[in-house]
C-alpha cells in the first residue's frame, strides 16, 4: 500500500518562509508532486520532483529526498493568496497513472 | 474544453436514489480519475481510466459506485441508492496520459444526501 503525511496546519505571517514536509511510504515510487487548493476550488498542480534535489518556480521550490522518503514545499515571500490546503502526492506503483494524495496542509497566512 | 468540466457543480438528493456525476475532460487526455474529497479532508481515489478501460478500479468504496467511460473522453460515476456517508465533493481529473504527473481537476460535484 502506498501512504503520505504531512502536517493538518501551518501558520505564518505575510512576507515570511514557510515549508510544508511530506513523508511517503510506497511500494514503488514515480515522484512526489504537490497540487494547491482553495477553498471551494479545484486542486491545481504546482511542482514536480522525480529526482534527489530542489525544483524552484518562482516563489515556491520543492524538495524530494528519496533516501529518506521525505520531501517539502517551500514557500517564500508570503503572500494573503497563498492561504490555502496543500497536498502532495504519489504515483502508485505498477501499471496504472493512479495519485495518490496526502490529507492535505491548511496554510494561514496571517497580516 | 478549455478544462475539466463537472455537471452539475451541486446536487442534493434523498437518501436511496441513484445519482449520476458527469465528467468532460480536457480534449485529447487520455487517463481520467475520479476522487472524493470529504470536508476538510484529503482527496480520496475512486478510479482511474486509460482511454475507456479502468486499469484501477481499486478505491471504488462499494458495489454501489461504478464508473464508465465512452468515446476515450466523458465518463459518468453512478452511485446506487445513495447513503449519507456518500455525501462530499467528487472530483474528476484528467492528464494527458497516464503516469503523467500533472493531472488537471474539475471544479467539482458537490454532492448532498439528506
Known amino acids: 500500500g502506498q501512504s503520505l503525511e504531512q502536517p493538518s496546519e501551518v501558520t505564518a505571517v505575510e512576507g515570511a518562509i514557510v515549508q510544508i514536509n511530506c513523508t511517503y511510504q510506497?511500494?514503488?515510487?514515480?515522484?512526489l508532486s504537490w497540487y494547491q487548493q482553495h477553498d471551494g476550488g479545484a486542486p491545481t498542480f504546482l511542482s514536480y520532483?522525480?529526482?534527489?534535489g530542489l525544483e524552484e518556480t518562482g516563489r515556491f521550490s520543492s524538495f524530494l529526498s528519496r533516501s529518506d522518503s521525505y520531501g517539502y514545499l517551500l514557500l517564500q515571500e508570503l503572500q494573503m493568496k497563498d492561504s490555502a490546503s496543500y497536498f502532495c502526492?504519489?504515483?502508485?506503483?505498477?501499471?496504472?497513472?493512479?495519485?495518490?494524495f496526502g490529507q492535505g496542509t491548511t496554510l494561514q497566512v496571517k497580516p | 474544453g478549455a478544462g475539466v468540466s463537472q455537471s452539475p457543480s451541486n446536487k442534493v438528493t434523498e437518501k436511496g436514489k441513484d445519482v449520476e456525476l458527469r465528467c468532460d475532460p480536457i480534449?485529447?487526455?487520455?487517463?481520467l480519475y475520479w476522487y472524493r474529497q470529504s470536508l476538510g479532508q484529503g482527496l480520496e481515489f475512486l478510479i482511474y481510466?486509460?482511454?475507456?478501460?479502468?486499469?484501477?478500479k481499486s478505491g471504488l468504496p462499494s458495489d454501489r459506485f461504478s464508473a464508465e467511460r465512452t468515446g476515450g473522453s466523458v465518463s459518468t460515476l453512478t452511485i446506487q441508492r445513495t447513503q449519507q456517508e456518500d455525501s462530499a465533493v467528487y472530483l474528476c481529473?484528467?492528464?494527458?496520459?497516464?503516469?503523467?504527473?500533472?493531472?488537471?481537476f474539475g471544479q467539482g460535484t458537490r454532492l448532498t444526501v439528506v
Open positions: 480534449s485529447g487526455h487520455t487517463a
Open positions: 510506497t511500494s514503488g515510487f514515480y515522484g
Open positions: 520532483n522525480a529526482l534527489d
Open positions: 502526492a504519489v504515483r502508485s506503483s505498477g501499471n496504472t497513472g493512479k495519485l495518490i
Open positions: 481529473a484528467s492528464s494527458l496520459r497516464g503516469g503523467v504527473t500533472e493531472a488537471f
Open positions: 481510466f486509460q482511454g475507456n478501460s479502468a486499469p484501477d
